[in-house]
């Protein structure tokens, strides 16, 4: 029985959940002064590269539900941060897209997250970091199938 138990100071999945709330912690450090969630940058960061997400995929990519989400796009389309249209191309889905001021906006927050991840990896090699994305991603796909 002992050996099925977690042994924390040896326990990956408890290093990377140590390591992402760190990460989280840092980033929302540098968010935080300039008016962003790190929902509210993960959606401008996903509309940037990939233009007229809906709703669903963004919520699906930022990690939140669905309500939560549209509240945020409701903000920032007051804001004048993304923009949507009226009536749905197909379905009932409305693609958003980032406008000039969002573009702007997330360029600050894009270059202070930089910095938070090259301070992360710091300490480490190209070959270590390439390392490091080849064993996450792999992770990540054993646990998704």
Do not use: W
Request: glycine residues 6%.
């Amino acid at each position: 029985m002992t050996q099925d138990r977690i042994t924390l100071d040896t326990s990956l999945g408890y290093l990377l959940k140590e390591a992402a709330s760190a990460l989280r912690s840092a980033m929302e450090e540098v968010l935080r002064p300039l008016g962003m969630t790190i929902t509210h940058y993960s959606c401008l960061e996903l509309l940037a590269q990939r233009p007229g997400l809906s709703n669903s995929d963004l919520a699906r990519g930022a990690f939140v539900t669905r309500q939560s989400m549209n509240v945020l796009l409701q903000t920032l389309e007051a804001e004048g941060i993304v923009e949507r249209a009226e009536t749905a191309p197909v379905g009932k889905a409305l693609p958003t897209r980032l406008t000039a001021k969002g573009r702007r906006s997330l360029d600050v927050a894009s270059a202070a997250v930089r910095q938070v991840e090259r301070r992360m990896l710091s300490g480490m090699t190209d070959a270590e970091q390439t390392a490091a994305l080849r064993a996450l991603r792999s992770m990540v796909h054993a646990l998704r199938t």
